[in-house]
């Protein structure tokens, strides 16, 4: 049977954990599964407004508070936006695996996805001169197979999974000993939710304020924060890069900076972290007995 995540130790005497992470998804996002849309103009314009507007606000947000962030970049839109990929390493930041064209693990095989992260990984090295120690699966959607390819490729973490408030070892197969370190997230967590709407795409239509999402994920933080947890907030630079929602991620920040018990660190600090704890692996197993 699966057990819960062991309780873990922060460094310099911090209680609990921080991270702000960016999916640069752009036009990815929408062309993996519909590559049609790819004839509609302004789908194409609200998904390319990340990487030519969102992002450079970010970055400066970013250096203002003088935080590490991961950016988790298909490997599509790395051959699109190289320019704006290297911008981003040479702020200092972390660069994640993020799929090539945002491909969902769920919905290829073993082999495809396998050839989806070699091919990713390609691209990130032949635009940015990298490679990611750190994934995290398009949709957030890890397959069976996904933790031993992953160890195969010598990734460091995972971030895609959502069963504890705080990272552990996750065992590449149910009771192996090999593991890769997981940096579970929550969807309440993550901006996607709180402001995508493309008609006939994604979304009901209801497009919340930034007040509300703010609200949400500063409530989340506070209750992690006493929990000994690890916040870690996703943001899409396409939707939180808008002027409004920027300004109240802003406030976020310094926010999050103020609380001196919590210690504020990339995706990958936090895994290098975690590592050097020892933990014994953890398995999830799939569900037996269906019938």
Known sequence: MSRPADPV????????????????DAESAVLWQA???????????????????GIPRLLGLLEKHRIRSTFFVPGYTAHRYPGVVRDIVAAGHEIGHHGY???????????????????????????????????????????????????????????????????????????????IVEIPMQWALDDWEQYCYLPDIYGSGLIETPAKARELWQAEFEGLRVAGGCWVLTNHPFLSGRPSRAQQLDELMEHVLGCADVWVASMEEIARHIRGLSLAPRSIEFPADLS
């Open 9 to 24: 130790t922060w460094p310099e005497g911090k209680t609990a954990a921080a991270t702000f992470s960016f999916d640069i």
């Open 35 to 53: 590559p049609h849309v790819a004839d509609r103009m302004s789908v194409m314009s609200h998904q390319a407004y990340g990487p030519l507007v």
């Open 101 to 179: 064209l945002h491909e969902q693990p769920t919905g290829i095989s073993a082999e495809e996805e396998a050839a989806v992260l070699d091919r990713g990984l390609d691209a990130l090295q032949e635009v940015a001169g990298i490679r990611p120690v750190g994934y995290r699966a398009p949709m957030c959607e890890l397959s069976w197979h996904s933790a031993a390819l992953l160890d195969a490729r010598g990734f460091l973490y995972d971030a895609s999974l959502m069963d504890a408030d705080v990272p552990y070892e996750l065992a590449i197969t149910p009771g192996s000993s090999r593991s």
